[in-house]
């Protein structure tokens, strides 16, 4: 099956935290996804209905806090919460105090940088800056369970959304170079709101980072090979399971690890795909 895949990666092909996690776990995944642009029917988590209420409440509460940073009043955004989820989440939401009085706020901001002769970009829920001091990294999880914060930050969203920020933020500072002691990223959980993970960073894990995220980047670039993962646990949550001969059934969402698997779907979200909201 695997002769009659294509292997080459267009040109103007540009990463994202989601597409370097998928070869990260399975080069065969980043191929049928990104390059073969194959829709498989199978769903990622049982059960189905539950999984996908999920991931479009997660949605919708992204957008109402967005909404809600660019100044739209909190009664009219309140009665978009319309579950009992939502309910939760948006009453912890407004319940933290972030702290970022005195930072200018960019929600869901986009930045882009070049990778050699590739573009790598991210998509951040919340960029909080304080010219010459912090610049602060916030994004929100809505996962049933808080992941370990060691797994959250080998993930690859943890690194790429530090790195780019050095790397492209300058004009947000005014022009000058964010230092990476400057940043700090925070994943702030919905249903865990006073357990956020904070993730400060320095100049040696920033060296780290971009050179194994360019040398990644080449090497998916370069790549004519994109074999199957022999980690078959990677196989349960995957939509191409069957394609591959890995089994037909989904694994469970309640059995997975601390909301591991939530945030690996989660990560596959384009937010810019959402409806604006109407009122
Ligand atoms: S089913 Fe397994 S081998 Fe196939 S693409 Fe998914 S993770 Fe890779």
């Known amino acids: 099956m695997s002769e009659a895949l294509k292997s080459e990666l267009p040109a103007s092909f540009t990463f994202s935290q989601s597409s370097l ?3 990260y776990e399975c080069p065969r ?7 073969e642009h194959l829709a498989w029917p ?3 988590t049982e059960p189905v ?3 996908e209420l999920r991931l479009q409440q997660g949605q919708l509460f992204h957008r109402m806090i967005q909404q809600h940073l660019v100044g739209l009043p909190v009664e009219k955004l309140a009665r978009l919460a319309n ?3 939502l309910k939760r989440w948006w009453e912890n939401y407004l319940g933290y105090d972030f702290d970022i009085s005195g930072y200018t706020i960019y929600p869901e901001l986009i930045l882009a940088a070049p990778v050699g002769t590739r573009r790598l970009l991210a998509k951040y829920d919340l960029l909080a800056i304080k010219a010459g001091q912090k610049a602060l990294i916030f994004d929100w999880k809505t996962t049933h369970k808080r992941p370990r914060n060691e797994w959250m930050a080998a993930r690859l969203q943890t690194r790429v959304y530090r790195a780019l920020l050095v790397q492209a933020g300058a004009y947000l500072m005014g022009g000058n170079p964010i230092q990476p002691e400057q940043v700090e990223m925070i994943y702030w959980y919905s249903d865990f709101p006073s357990e956020p993970a904070h993730f400060p960073y ?3 894990q920033f060296k780290r980072d971009w050179d194994t995220l360019a040398a990644l980047i080449n090497e998916i670039g370069n790549h004519r090979h994109f074999p199957l993962t022999e980690d078959e646990k990677k196989c349960t949550y995957c939509p191409y399971r069957s394609y591959c001969n890995r089994g037909g059934k989904a694994g469970r969402l309640d059995e997975s690890e601390a909301g591991e698997e939530e945030i690996a779907s989660e990560s596959a979200l384009n937010y810019e795909q959402i409806a604006e909201i109407e009122f």
């Open 83 to 85: 579950t009992p989820d």
């Open 21 to 23: 996690q998928d070869y």
């Open 202 to 204: 320095n100049a040696t």
């Open 49 to 51: 209905l539950e999984n």
């Open 29 to 35: 995944r980043f191929q049928l996804r990104y390059i």
């Open 42 to 44: 199978a769903v990622e």
